[in-house]
């Protein structure tokens, strides 16, 4: 594959994983970094995303645990939370897979985290708890 | 104690050091992540925070140090700044101990935890200044 | 539970998640901290890992991300990485996890995180390679 | 030099490198943290910056590397991708270190790098791009 | 103060707080980078550490707070742990703030840094634990 | 360029760069994660450093300052810090970019760093400080 063909297919598999909010992320690129642009398409979701050593409902697990460990990564956590959504992870689990992070990343980590998930879930009109929760966090 | 024991045992710890801000911030977390408030209040603040080997200010001494180190915390730095005054440090030992951090975690950590700082004190009505300072930095 | 149960329900948690290495890290601390070990027993295994919101191997799959975006645990690497065979992860599914995080942490977290993971896999006598594979990388 | 010497002498290095980005910093923090402020001065900027082993461009280089693996730093990141500008590195160069840092860093870490260095670009009036460069990223 | 008074002056306190380990650690730098031995003892402990507006103590809870959030600081942890006896913080006070610490840093961040506590206190002959305790983690 | 050519391209550039300690990296990961050394081989190497908008030296001054803010990558800084020499940095450059570094990562990860350095000067034969420096670091 040239480096052309290695775009589009990275941007078919980043189209799939990440929907729109990975395709305004490398249009944002375009004035200040297409080179970066290109990589996270080409390298990041054709070359090693689309490997098949492991489902992208898998690699959204890794990556929210990576994301949620390094901090400060909000935009990418509303993309990759969507994204988790998108492979196939339920709200619950997702919640859940943050909620344990807490536990190897500590409680600020994760908190952050979960309140950009609170979002996502919102936008997307999903939610984590069961039907019937309706009470309060302890009882 | 049971779960729902525990629970209030917590919160009753998390009010007298965080206050509102504390209660907030588990709130927020009803329709996403109960049971990380809920670990939040039983777990960090029943069990750990009320440990009686060391007392409410000294963790808040320790608990700057780690915030301001981890970086993109602002949210929780908020939340402890309000707490470190709640438990006895005054402004003036918070902002020295963020100058501190700064030997070890650098500038720029120190900086942005001592602007969450500065809006807290602003909130608060209180000043790590002395009453005749009135000078420039350097004088 | 009382605090004694919830050690034993942790400790039979974690003994089939993490094996002999957990219960060495816990005999570690007995002397400097069986508090800490307290808390990894019943907080981290018997009230967070335990909950059914997520399988196990899963859970891995998180952690695997977090410790290798976290850095400078190669102790508690060693340890997950054993707990991610111990769960049902394959040996291909680790090292392609741990490539995976590469992209979000970097290639410095990733090759360090797998160079422990080289060590696990030589102890236990797994391999992360196709059977026929012998030849170099770039073949 | 006494203290308000190494203030002089330091203000004068900052305001030739970071501009009013850099005194802006320092005056939010006249109420606050006084020292701090000092410190950024007197000695990040008077005593380490200045020292002649290392040129400026070379130092911003150094800098950026730093500020974008930790990350959060965007305040930070806004100051000295202007002084990156001041002393000698073009947009160009700017935007190429920050990709070179996604090998070390990680995507996540060189993208919020990145985006603070459009924001700074568009304010400057300066473009990465070579002039005739009006193509899709991947062309 | 010159320079060479101002590291005479961080050399006192240094050596008050940090001991031998301090000495030693700026010793190991002449070969490699005098400045940074001169900037630790004359800067970090002589304009900063000594400052009077929090007591050394104070000071080592805020530093064991960063160094355990940070990761990877394992010598430096080794120079304040001592640091931390040496300012009159109990052994029991040192393990409880590590312990404080897994809360906002995690569980991997606090166990690093309890085991080289574990090391310091069996150099140091001291120990944590009340005289009485004997049993196991969880009795 | 087909796969097994990018690889022979990166290669080409990482021996330059690197020497043998990039080769034996990547040699050490074939038992374990093949892919991730071609990747370093043939995208780290042969897609991103090579690029011409930005030459070795200026890419290894990011490099340093990327690996010592992240810490733990002690591995890496070696590779690097030898790659640093290999491309022209001096021994008194890259003491001085680690040094550097020590405002905004703090003294401790700049500490980490400045030993490995120590370590590979000595194994080069090369020293950061002026032929006539054999005083004290205060002197």
Same mark, same amino acid.
């Given at each position: 594959?040239?480096?052309?063909?290695?775009?589009?297919?990275?941007?078919?598999?980043?189209?799939?994983?990440?929907?729109?909010?990975?395709?305004?992320?490398?249009?944002?690129?375009?004035?200040?970094?297409?080179?970066?642009?290109?990589?996270?398409?080409?390298?990041?979701?054709?070359?090693?995303?689309?490997?098949?050593?492991?489902?992208?409902?898998?690699?959204? !697990? /890794?990556?929210?645990? =990576?994301?949620?460990?390094? &901090?400060?990564?909000? @935009?990418?956590? +509303?993309?990759h939370i969507n994204a988790a959504l998108n492979v196939g992870?339920?709200?619950?689990?997702?919640?859940?897979?943050?909620?344990?992070?807490?536990?190897?990343?500590?409680?600020?980590?994760?908190?952050?985290?979960? !309140? /950009?998930?609170?979002? =996502?879930?919102?936008?997307? &009109?999903?939610?984590? @708890?069961?039907? +019937?929760?309706?009470?309060?966090?302890?009882?």
């Open positions: 594959m040239n480096r052309s063909e290695r775009f589009e297919h990275g941007m078919k598999v980043l189209t799939e994983v990440d929907g729109e909010g990975g395709q305004r992320v490398v249009e944002s690129l375009a004035d200040v970094s297409p080179e970066l642009g290109h990589q996270i398409v080409a390298w990041a979701f054709g070359d090693m995303y689309a490997r098949p050593e492991l489902p992208p409902r898998d690699r959204q !697990l /890794v990556t929210l645990g =990576v994301l949620t460990a390094l &901090g400060g990564c909000e @935009l990418e956590l +509303d993309v992870l339920t709200a619950t689990e997702i919640s859940e897979a943050l909620l344990h992070s807490a536990v190897y990343a500590g409680i600020p980590r994760a908190l952050n985290a979960t !309140l /950009v998930a609170k979002r =996502v879930f919102a936008e997307r &009109g999903v939610s984590p @708890l069961p039907a +019937d929760e309706d009470r309060l966090p302890s009882a």
